[in-house]
């Protein structure tokens, strides 16, 4: 058991890596984005769904907020421990990085946000209950669960 803990832990970070990346979290080869602010619909890879819901995309803007926030508030402390700027310098430094960095995260935070979904529920991959059943691409579960242990290297479940 010590043994699984590592490599899941490895897998967990490989999977927010490749979101960082704007490659799906499902596969790592296709892109998320088609264009500078576009997401694709599926992957080019795996042929798997980005967007599961409108609305979805509500966990990337916070993503964004943090990632902004961060940025902000670090670069102020640093920049107050390292310099002699007043507050009002630095005040206008960092609302000028604060109202910027939104835009310049906006990217990063829908393919981390897509990564997120993917460890949270996967993407838009149905496990049917019986073996008549299909997913939202039209294979049978166990042909769904088969592609999905061969993408993630895990045994068959047959």
Known sequence: MPTEVPGLLVELVDILLRGFRLRCPCCGYGKLFESLTSI???????DERFEREPGQWFGS??????????????????LESLTSLTTSQQLNIWTTIAVTAPFVFYRISK??????????EG????????????????????????RIARILKLPSVR
């Not at 964004?64 to 640093?78: D, E, Q």
């Not at 393919?111 to 979904?117: A, F, P, Q, Y």
């Open 61 to 78: 803007i916070y993503i964004n907020l943090v990632l902004t926030l961060g940025v902000a508030v670090t670069g102020y402390l640093v």
């Open 123 to 146: 993407l838009y991959i149905r496990w049917p209950h019986s073996t008549g059943q299909t997913d939202f691409n039209g294979r049978s579960s166990s042909q769904t669960q088969d």
């Open 40 to 46: 694709r619909e599926r992957c080019s890879g795996c």
């Open 111 to 120: 393919g981390l946000w897509v990564s997120m979904i993917f460890l949270g």
